[in-house]
């Protein structure tokens, strides 16, 4: 079972830059897509954004045009570039990843969480 940990979370002013990123405890993992969802006080976690292996990404689209996620695949690594945080960023953010145990079948997992904190 990969692990994954988060890094980078804290407290920002609204309209600042904070970077997030998401190791994987096995470097030599085949992973296909790992991607990162946050959860706000009261509400339901949401996707956020991802990236699949071959670089393709997705957004959200209350952060695109804010938020770049990117990747280190030798590392199983992914990071989230978040600019001109908005007050409603604040959350909770998970690392997500899908592994592959073969060419079969695969998994999900998800890391502990980084809180970040937007303020006025």
């Known amino acids: 079972q990969v692990q994954l940990v988060e890094s980078g979370g804290g407290l920002v002013q609204a309209g600042g830059s904070l970077r997030l990123s998401c190791a994987a405890s096995?470097?030599?993992?085949?992973?296909?897509?790992m991607g990162w969802y946050r959860q706000a006080p009261g509400k339901q976690r949401e996707l956020v954004a991802t990236?699949?292996?071959?670089?393709?990404?997705n957004y959200a689209d209350s952060v695109k045009g804010r938020f770049t996620i990117s990747s280190n695949t030798a590392k199983n690594t992914v990071y989230l570039q978040m600019s001109r945080l908005k007050l409603e960023d604040t959350a909770v953010y998970y690392c997500?990843?899908?592994?592959?145990?073969?060419?079969?079948?695969?998994?999900?997992?998800w890391g502990q969480g980084t809180q970040v904190t937007v303020s006025s």
């Open positions: 990236i699949i292996s071959g670089g393709s990404t």
């Open positions: 096995d470097s030599t993992a085949s992973i296909n897509a």
């Open positions: 997500n990843a899908d592994v592959r145990r073969n060419f079969y079948q695969g998994y999900k997992t």
